[in-house]
């Protein structure tokens, strides 16, 4: 069956320091991998997507994602971190199987310091 | 206009009470969806509709009841809650094969 894992719960940056969240599937075949944001109480913001094609993708607010097929891993990446970041952060992956719905792994919150 | 909408934003009812959530979305997307939220957790699917009709129910409780009355708005229809079902309610539409999903903001809602 398809799954994300995001193995940190929890990471804090200082503003102005690169960012790395990690993100890893089990996936039968080529999955079709989202990133999602979530500030506190608000619904999820798409930031990015794989489809198919070049596995390095730009998203919004300056957020990209590598896919990499051998490490089965999606991660997100920013290089320079702005307080507004804070918030969690959702991989999620659509099951091309049945309904074709969307999975997502337990979220990372990040904190930004100043 | 590519927002997806939902009211109210926040709800607080007692057990007794039937109270409605309501989404509406005009990116012309034919797939609408209702997710519970819990906190620190990702979001959980409760009902999918695809074009109108409802295609998936992830075995949410009778209490839960969806409406789609056409597709551009999508009702959760709430009676004789528990206080465990106090969550964040999430909507998002997007395309049938669910690839890509635009989330409201959500409703925050309160069971007493």
């Known amino acids: 069956a398809q799954s994300v894992t995001q193995p940190d719960i929890h990471i804090t940056v200082s503003e102005g320091a690169s960012l790395e969240l990690r993100c890893n599937y089990s996936?039968?075949?080529?999955?079709?991998l989202f990133w999602y944001v979530q500030s506190p109480g608000q619904g999820l913001q798409l930031l990015l997507k794989?489809?198919?094609?070049?596995?390095l993708v730009q998203g919004i607010k300056g957020f990209e994602a590598e896919f990499k097929r051998s490490q089965s891993s999606f991660n997100l990446r920013k290089p320079s971190v702005h307080w507004s970041d804070a918030a969690e952060y959702f991989c999620a992956v659509v099951s091309l199987t049945g309904a074709n719905n969307l999975f997502f792994g337990t979220g990372t919150r990040l904190t930004v310091i100043p | 206009d590519t927002e997806v909408t939902q009211t109210p934003k926040h709800l607080v009812m007692g057990m007794t009470n039937k109270k409605s959530l309501k989404c509406e979305q005009h990116m012309g997307h034919r797939a609408m969806y209702w997710y519970k939220q819990k906190a620190k957790k990702p979001p959980e699917l409760m009902f999918v509709y695809s074009y109108e009709k409802l295609s998936i129910n992830e075995s949410v409780p009778s209490r839960f009841s969806p409406e789609c009355p056409n597709s551009s708005l999508l009702n959760l229809h709430l009676h004789a809650l528990q206080p465990e079902d106090s969550a964040l309610y999430l909507c998002?539409?997007?395309?049938?094969?669910?690839?890509?999903?635009?989330f409201g903001p959500g409703t925050r809602l309160t069971v007493t």
């Open positions: 794989y489809f198919s094609g070049d596995t």
């Open positions: 998002a539409s997007g395309t049938p094969g669910g690839w890509e999903q635009y």
């Open positions: 996936y039968g075949a080529t999955p079709y």
